[in-house]
């Protein structure tokens, strides 16, 4: 699965004209980040070349960007041909995210036992910026569904995953996850305004939120979303599958109670009561 992610130059990408109307959006600032969130377990040492493929940007503008990051100590750079890592100001970073280590270690368990019950794959998700991150998979024994990979980014908007975390939000940040999600999905506003509300009705029917057949053919899932205490954004639980092995009346008639078992006693965990 491809990442679609992206000086003020003439090398402005469209995302970027959107950004210009908002006069407090810092682009440079943007362009970094980006190139941070191109190193991943399965990719530790990344060159000007990959980078600017990635971030869709000119290798020039890319070179301008490592030389800061790594004067700066969040890129370390290595020779022969030269390469860059996460440097030492970015690991210091580490702490923080420890916390999401944490919270997968009391999620592993209770993933497992749904991805056995519903025959599929059960994933943890988040959110990362106009679309979501898959941050873990647990898959049953009988596992012969699709594979989308851990550090994968899927639709905010297609999934059920993605319409959990919007249902969960309060009114202000659920407006501006929208906008994000609508925008890298490239629909209008009234699209995403109806699945919204079709999410919220979900969630208030069903206490969960569904996707048959909406993010990919033929693949359905459920997902319900969580606050792994205070210092956490909200997190999701998704559990998927092909229709042949994973029906939408399985999901909603078997796994959903398990489901919402699950998700309060992960947040009993961290001593979050709804």
């Not at 003439?10 to 810092?26: G, I, L, N």
């Not at 990959?50 to 020779?79: D, V």
């Not at 033929?218 to 979303?225: G, K, P, T, W």
């Not at 092909?242 to 965990?269: F, Q």
């Amino acid at each position: 699965m491809e990442d679609m992610i992206e000086s003020a130059d003439a090398s402005a990408t469209p995302k970027d004209s959107k950004r210009k109307e908002d006069r407090h959006f810092v682009t440079a600032l943007a362009r970094g980040l980006d190139v941070l969130a191109c190193f991943r377990a399965f990719d530790s040492e990344l060159g000007n070349a990959e980078l600017a493929q990635r971030c869709g940007l000119p290798k020039s503008t890319i070179s301008r960007l490592t030389h800061t990051l790594t004067e700066l100590g969040y890129l370390q750079a290595l020779t022969d041909p030269v390469r860059y890592r996460l440097g030492s100001s970015a690991l210091a970073l580490a702490p923080a995210a420890q916390q999401g280590a944490e919270v997968l270690a009391v999620a592993r368990p209770y993933m497992q036992e749904l991805a056995d019950l519903s025959q599929g794959v059960a994933s943890l998700i988040v959110r990362d910026r106009g679309r979501m991150l898959i941050f873990e998979n647990c898959q049953s024994e009988t596992y012969l569904t699709l594979r989308v990979a851990v550090g994968s980014r899927v639709s905010g908007l297609n999934t059920a995953a993605g319409r959990a975390y919007l249902a969960a939000l309060p009114p202000t940040e659920q407006r501006q996850a929208l906008t994000a999600f609508r925008t890298d999905d490239k629909i209008t506003a009234a699209q995403a305004e109806s699945v919204l509300a079709n999410c919220l009705d979900e969630q208030r029917k069903l206490g969960c939120t569904t996707s048959f057949g909406e993010w990919l053919p033929d693949i359905n899932s459920i997902a319900l979303a969580f606050r792994p205490g205070p210092s956490l954004p909200p997190m999701t639980l998704s559990c998927s599958g092909p229709n042949a092995l994973v029906p939408p009346t399985h999901l909603l008639e078997k796994v959903r109670p398990l489901l919402r078992t699950s998700i309060g006693r992960i947040e009993s965990a961290f001593g979050v009561t709804r």
